[in-house]
C-alpha cells in the first residue's frame, strides 16, 4: 500500500491536471510552500529505496540508473549478484571521478580484496569509519579478533553511534577474553538498542568475566 501511495505521489510531477479532482491552480498555489515537497529526484530515490527494501531489486535498479545515482545502481547489482557488472560499473565510475574511499570499498567488497578498504582509509585521511569498519569484519571472518577490537575502535572513535560495530567489537573483545571493553560495547549496543536481547547476553556474560555477579544479574 505505501508503495502504490508513493507512485501517486510521483505522478504529480508529470500529471497534466485539469482541476477536477486536484483542485485549480489557484488554490494549489495558495498552501504550494505549506508542505516541503521534495524536489523529485530525491522523491523518486525513496521510491527506489523502497522497492528495494521489499524485494523489488531490478525496479529499484531501474529507476537509480534513471537518476544516474551509480553507487546505489552498484548496490543493487551486488544484491542480485551481478558481481561483474558491478565491478564494471565501480571501475567505469573510478575513470570519470576518481578513486573515492566510497568506491574502493564497494570494489572492496565485490572483489573481496582487503587491500583496496585499506587504500580507501589513506584516501580518506584516516576518516572514512567504513573502511575501517570492512577492515574490522574482514578480520573478523578471518578469526583474527584482535585485529578486528583495533579496526572496530578506529571506526568507532570516528562514528561511535553506529550500533552494529558496537556490536561486532563485543563479539570480537568476548573471543579474546578481554572482559572490560566487552562490557563497555555491549553497554553501548543496548543503550542505543534496548531491544536487542543478544547485546544483553553479551554484556552479561563479560560482566560474569569480570565476576561481577550480581551486576549480571
Not at 560499473?89 to 574511499?101: A, D, F, N
Not at 584516516?126 to 578506529?154: C, F, N
Not at 563485543?170 to 553497554?187: C, D, M, R
Request: hydrophobic share 40%; charged share 25%; aromatic share 10%.
Amino acid at each position: 500500500r505505501s508503495m502504490a501511495q508513493l507512485e501517486s505521489l510521483d505522478t504529480f510531477f508529470t500529471q497534466k491536471l485539469d482541476g477536477s479532482t486536484t483542485g485549480s491552480l489557484a488554490e494549489r498555489l495558495s498552501v504550494a510552500f505549506a508542505v516541503p515537497f521534495p524536489p523529485r529526484w530525491s522523491f523518486q530515490r525513496e521510491v527506489a529505496m523502497l522497492f528495494g527494501k521489499s524485494g523489488l531489486v531490478k525496479s529499484a535498479t531501474e529507476i537509480f540508473e534513471r537518476l544516474q545515482m551509480w553507487e546505489d545502481v552498484i548496490d543493487c547489482h551486488r544484491l542480485m549478484g551481478n558481481v561483474d557488472v558491478a565491478e564494471r560499473i565501480i571501475r567505469s565510475r573510478m575513470e570519470k571521478v576518481g578513486r573515492t574511499p566510497r568506491l574502493l570499498c564497494v570494489l572492496g567488497d565485490v572483489t573481496r580484496d582487503s587491500s583496496f578498504f585499506e587504500e580507501a582509509w589513506v584516501t580518506s585521511g584516516r576518516r572514512y569509519a567504513r573502511a575501517k569498519r570492512s577492515l574490522g569484519r574482514t578480520a573478523v571472518e578471518s578469526g583474527d579478533y584482535q585485529k578486528a577490537i583495533g579496526h572496530y575502535s578506529e571506526a568507532l572513535s570516528i562514528n561511535p553511534l553506529y550500533t552494529e560495530s558496537w556490536f561486532t567489537l563485543a563479539h570480537a573483545a568476548i573471543s579474546v577474553e578481554n572482559w572490560k571493553l566487552a562490557a563497555k560495547a555491549a553497554t553501548r549496543v543496548v543503550q542505543q538498542d534496548p531491544e536487542n536481547g543478544e547485546a544483553w547476553n553479551n554484556l552479561g556474560q563479560a560482566l560474569l568475566g569480570q565476576d561481577k555477579i550480581q551486576e549480571a544479574l
